[in-house]
């Protein structure tokens, strides 16, 4: 360990981010070695390794907050955080594994300011990929030696949850009406569900009990539900050059978001207008996203969606504080909970 590494006060979300994506990225690539060539060539194009051609590259390959989360948690609990990369390496998989599917969902065509994997090569061909990605993590986390039975038990049930999300979400957007506790149970699962396990299976590899394991766990929800809420203000009013997709990415799509259900259940003049833009057949045009945008704002959705991210993240961190043991990786553990809910991509 460096010097910065020891200190009480932890790194800097940076230097931890950099730290993880190092480390997990020596179990991933060499993992993905052994995919078939096709799945390889695709998933290596995604996780930004190389070009379509399979040239090196060095594109962004995504904030590797989840396996950081899993290190740290192995840490926090007195354990080693090399003694988590399996369940680190299987949760940035299984993430991936969402992204593609996702992207293929939302007819997404840029990530990470790069084309998507299925504007590249195809719809079928990335579904495969990250059907590959999904069965790779299993392959890594169940070679994480005794806690392996109880890791895969976590982890499947993570996967299920987070597949129970993503249903939810794409039936939504066949629905006229959605009131604001289906779209957190949405939330719980799509997003919520793959940060909790991230903190519970590096408890669990850094060898906590159960109760311990469970209070990582619960850190992990609320976050997951808290970096949800900014991720959906961003897919409104972030700034493409930052965060890689168009602007108001999530409104042309007409998804129901958490700020947008919020405002369509308002009962407000503001949220009537944007039912009415919402329900429209002809796709919207540019003056009717920002109108969209401003509507959504008008009905004090988007207020309230900053509030409640971080009324979780004080949640959030009520949670560590009581599971976690060990000062400097908890102070890093709030530092990513604070990135992740103050960020700008």
Known sequence: ???????????????????????????????????????????????????????????????????????????????????????????????????????????????????????????????????????????????????????????GAAVQELLEGQHADVAFERRGHVEPDECLDMVAGKTGALLAAACALGALFGGADPERVEGLRAFGADLGLAFQFVDDLLGIWGDPAVTGKPVHSDLRSRKKSLPVVAALASGTAAGRELAGLYTREEPLTEADLARAADLVEAAGARAWSRERADELLGRALGHLEAAGSVRRPVAELATLARLATRRDR
């Open 1 to 155: 360990m460096t010097a910065v590494e020891l200190t009480a006060e932890g790194r800097s979300a940076t230097e931890v981010l950099t730290w993880s994506r190092r480390m997990v990225e020596s179990v991933i690539r060499p993992a993905a070695d052994g995919l078939p060539p096709s799945m390889r060539h695709i998933a290596g194009y995604h996780f930004g390794w190389w070009d379509e051609h399979g040239g090196p590259v060095e594109a962004d390959g995504g904030k590797a907050i989840r396996p950081a989360l899993a290190l740290l948690a192995a840490e926090a609990v007195g354990g080693a955080a090399a003694a988590a990369l399996p369940a680190a390496a299987a949760v940035e998989l299984a993430h991936n594994f969402s992204l593609l599917h996702d992207d293929v969902m939302d007819g997404d065509r840029t990530r990470r300011h790069r084309p998507t994997a299925w504007a590249v090569f195809g719809v079928s061909p990335a579904i495969l990929a990250g059907d590959a990605l999904l069965a790779l993590a299993f392959d890594v986390l169940v070679a994480g030696g005794p806690a392996a039975p109880e890791a895969a038990r976590i982890f």
